[in-house]
């Protein structure tokens, strides 16, 4: 019996010992507990089943033990009474263990029970919390969703967006997906109250969407729209900056424009921005080559066909959408004298509606050039 007993443990000591482990946890956060308590049952039930079969060989011997008292009971009332001990406490000493032991499997059972009630308990608290964070996440994105498809829409809804942001800023303030929309939002407001004839509000919301854009820069480094939009307001300030300003700012624009495209290589608008920023420093003055000059020892330089490499990039990306785009791609034939190329796409660029503030813009500056066309 003791033999069968140590076997007993040895095989069964690493499913005992690993009992303490944690549930595991899979995918979508949901807490994967039906396979563990199948196999515990079925080692619960093997272990019953052998506490069981001991339990019968113990008794086997005790009658054994009771038989040999009757044939012999001068040899069993001689060690019970110098010791004291009782039958049972006969057989222990003499098999070296007691039926304490089995109780014990008894115990762990119980305790095994336990443990796996209260861990699945844990486990579905642990559930119904990833289910709300889940649900905050869904509401969050179902937000930001609803946000951003006004941010394509008419002035009316652009201010709606700029309206839902700010009447949810104490739930999503340290949120960087929050704040760089905010700053799109209060860019985007900017503009339309300057289509007003509102400047100081325009400024002032220039600035502040400045302010919010480089907030969320700080927030997250890894976020490509944090980077582009506070390129966006950066250079937006640039009407109210001096030359030198500009020029400084111009140099960090550029450096968040490629960092955007680094991070997000398929957004459009981030190689149609560092194709404003080349298109920029191509048409600079001499007055601010010479201010350039003097800030840098090496001032930028760039050309008509490199800004020209990265609209036509953005194009790709986002075919015979997007007015203002095309708008640059003719403006870069007319730079390269192309005129038979600068008439297609400006005909292009005509033909999408006009929807936005920038929409408008971009439809005078076509008109203005459509005397440049050839047939």
């Known amino acids: 019996l003791s033999l069968k007993m140590s076997t007993f443990l040895r095989h069964n000591s690493l499913f005992l ?9 899979g995918v979508g956060g949901s807490v994967i507990y039906f396979r563990l308590t199948t196999n515990v049952d079925t080692e619960l039930r093997l272990i019953s089943e ?47 263990g007691s039926d304490y032991e089995f109780h014990n499997f008894h115990d762990l059972q119980t305790e095994i029970h336990t443990q796996m009630n209260a861990k699945i308990g844990r486990g579905e608290q642990e559930e119904t919390k990833d289910d709300n964070d889940s649900k905050d996440d869904n509401d969050s994105v179902n937000f930001f969703s609803s946000v951003d498809k006004l941010f394509d829409g008419t002035d009316e809804e652009k201010i709606k967006a700029y309206e839902m942001l700010q009447n949810n800023r104490d739930k999503f303030e340290g949120d960087v997906e929050y704040c760089w929309r905010l700053a799109k939002s209060t ?90 920023w080349c298109y920029g420093v191509y048409m600079l003055s001499w007055i601010e080559r010479k201010a350039a000059a003097t800030l840098f020892a090496t001032p930028p330089t760039s050309t008509a066909q490199e800004a020209l490499t990265h609209f036509l990039e953005a194009d790709r990306l986002n075919p015979g959408k997007w007015k203002e785009n095309l708008l640059y791609v003719a403006k ?44």
């Open 50 to 96: 052998s506490i069981s079969s001991l339990r019968r060989e113990v008794e086997e011997l005790k009658e054994k033990i009771a038989t040999r008292r009757r044939r012999s009971p001068a040899l069993y009332s001689g060690t019970a009474s110098s010791s004291g001990e009782t039958d049972d406490e006969a057989y222990e000493d003499a098999y070296g």
């Open 332 to 375: 870069c034939y007319y730079q390269m004298s192309q005129y038979k190329e600068m008439t297609e796409w400006l005909d292009k660029a005509a033909a999408i509606p006009v929807v936005s503030q920038d929409d408008k813009t971009a439809e005078e500056e076509i008109q203005s050039l459509m005397k440049y066309r050839v047939k």
């Open 187 to 276: 860019y985007q407001l900017s503009q339309i109250e300057g289509s007003r004839g509102e400047l100081e509000k325009k400024k002032k919301l220039v600035y502040a969407s400045k302010d919010l854009s480089q907030k969320a820069v700080a927030m997250d480094e890894k976020c490509a729209n944090a980077h582009k939009w506070f390129a966006i307001t950066l250079g937006s300030i640039g009407d109210y900056e001096s030359t030198q300003e500009k020029i400084k700012n111009g140099y960090v624009f550029k450096e968040h424009i490629e960092r955007a495209i680094q991070l997000n290589p398929k957004d459009p608008s981030n190689h149609h921005l560092l194709g404003r």
């Open 17 to 25: 010992g690993g009992l303490g482990m944690g549930l595991l946890v």
